[in-house]
Structures are given as C-alpha cells and as structure tokens.
Antibody, heavy 118, light 107 residues
C-alpha cells in the first residue's frame, strides 16, 4: 500500500530556509506526480506546486515562484520541498500529496509543521 | 487562476439532517471538482471526484452534483463522524485551487 512519510516539525527564524522531505513507498516512484499543499493554522488548503518525478519538471503556484524548489530523488524514493525567505506567514502544516488519477490528490503525507518565529 | 467559492463557511445541523454545501467556480470547469473531508487534526480525505463519483469506502450518504460552475456536496443523514471541514477543489488544471472550506458541526 502507498505510504508517504514526511519529515518532522521545523522551527525557523524569519529570512531562513527550510527543506522538507516526503518518503514514498508502495508504488513505483516515477509513475505518479507529487504535489505540495500547505495549511496555515485554522485556515484552508493552499496548493503550492507539482513535480513530475520522471522528468523533474515542476510547476509552482505563482505565489511561490522564485521561493520554492521541489525535487525528487528516485534512488531513495524521496521528494523534497525547499522554501526560502521565510516569514511568519509561512507558518503552516505542509503536506505532500500524490495523485491517484490526473490531478486528483488521494494519498497524503501526515504533514509537517513549519513554525517561523523570531 | 480558477477561484472556488464555498458557502456557507460554517453550519450547524442536527443528527440525521440533510446537509448541503455549495461551491462555485469563477469559470466553467466541466466536472473537474473534487470534495475533501478534513476531520479536526487529521489529513484531508478524498470523498468525491469528478463532481459525483464516490471514492471507494466513502459512505453512500455523501453525494455530489453539479456541472460547469456550480457544484454541491450533500450529506443525507448527518452522523457524528461527519463533524469536519469540507473543501471543494478544482482539478481541471494547475494551479489546483480549493474552496475556503465549510465547517460542519452538530447542533
């Protein structure tokens, strides 16, 4: 069965960067696109971007372009999401979510809380 | 970007009630709508995709309808385990966009 296991909670100061991981198992890594979605405390879901693990091609939400980098490592079946220039508004739970059918998010990681505070 | 607007933002209903949540897209998206349930402190769970197709394992009291720009999620007979926030999502194209959520509580 499909499992997505994310790295743990992180605390960063404003201006810093964070790199989160999402280890996939139970399926062929290169066969399914992976998305990242975040959720600020008490707020809704916000899509951040998508990566094609076969090609490495990415598409980011305009809001995050230039500040987010999504990558994948097929040798370890692990996806990464790195965000720079963090502000308090980036405090959120960050999820990786795998497609089941085209652009339909079915499998979700457990989430990783990123807290940005001075 | 396609904007998804949900209403109401919250509701309170009695056990057994029929609950309806609306979602409107600012442009036509055919049937490319999914609905998610997020229980407190939990990960989002896919309930319905392609407007009305129930994901495997989802109780039949959940149903979806609509097309174009207007979509509805219905819970026919509210149960205690349905307390959650529900989100619609456009999956016609990236960027994927979510509605603001509807928090469902028991009266």
């Amino acid at each position: 069965q499909v499992h997505l296991v994310q790295s743990g909670a992180e605390v960063r100061k404003p201006g810093a960067s964070v790199k989160l991981s999402c280890k996939a198992s139970g399926y062929t890594f290169t066969n399914y696109f992976m998305h990242w979605v975040r959720q600020a405390p008490g707020q809704g879901l916000e899509w951040m971007g998508i990566i094609n693990p076969s090609s490495g091609n990415t598409t980011y939400a305009q809001k995050f372009q230039g500040r987010v980098t999504m990558t994948g490592d097929a040798s370890t079946s692990t996806f990464f999401m790195e965000m720079s220039s963090l502000t308090s508004e980036d405090t959120a739970v960050y999820y990786c979510a795998r497609e089941w059918l085209r652009l339909i998010l079915y499998y979700w990681g457990q989430g990783a809380l990123v807290t940005v505070s001075s | 970007d396609i904007q998804m607007t949900q209403s109401p933002s919250s509701l309170s209903a009695s056990l057994g009630d029929r609950v309806t949540i609306s979602c409107r897209a600012n442009q036509g998206i055919d049937n490319y709508v999914a609905w998610f349930q997020q229980r407190p402190g939990k990960v989002p769970n896919l309930l319905i995709y392609a407007t009305s197709t129930l994901q495997s394992g989802v109780p039949s009291r959940f149903s979806g309808s609509g097309s174009g720009t207007d979509f509805t999620l219905t819970i026919s007979g509210l149960q205690p385990e349905d307390v959650a926030t529900y989100y619609c999502q456009n999956f016609k194209s990236v960027p994927l966009t979510f509605g603001g959520g509807t928090k469902v509580e028991i009266k």
